[in-house]
């Protein structure tokens, strides 16, 4: 059975920082893409980081330069650090097996100005 962690959201100052990660048991992250979503309210979900088994990163256009995914093969778990964070990044961030219904509960990440 896959399952999905995700921690490290909270409450951060507009231009802060912050790293989530996605702790993952019953599937190797390495052999696998991973990806990271979130969704605001009132909004539709949107990727916003991809990790493929090769190690490539694609990126949602309004974080590219702020965000990097990465993962840690012997923790076996995926990370997404974010840097000078806006307002409008605030949302429930979800980790994800990337293309499979196996999805994380979620960490709120909230921005204030």
């Known amino acids: 059975q896959v399952q999905l962690v995700e921690s490290g959201g909270g409450l951060v100052q507009a231009g802060g920082s912050l790293r989530l990660s996605c702790a993952a048991s019953?599937?190797?992250?390495?052999?696998?893409?991973m990806g990271w979503y979130r969704q605001a309210p009132g909004k539709q979900r949107e990727l916003v980081a991809v990790?493929?088994?090769?190690?490539?990163?694609n990126y949602l256009d309004s974080v590219k330069g702020r965000f990097t995914i990465s993962r840690d093969k012997a923790k076996n778990t995926v990370t997404l650090q974010m840097n000078s964070l806006k307002v409008e990044d605030t949302a429930v961030y979800y980790c994800?097996?990337?293309?499979?219904?196996?999805w994380g509960k979620g960490t709120q990440v909230t921005v204030s100005s």
């Open positions: 019953g599937t190797i992250i390495s052999v696998n893409a």
């Open positions: 990790i493929s088994s090769g190690g490539s990163t």
């Open positions: 994800n097996l990337f293309g499979s219904s196996y």
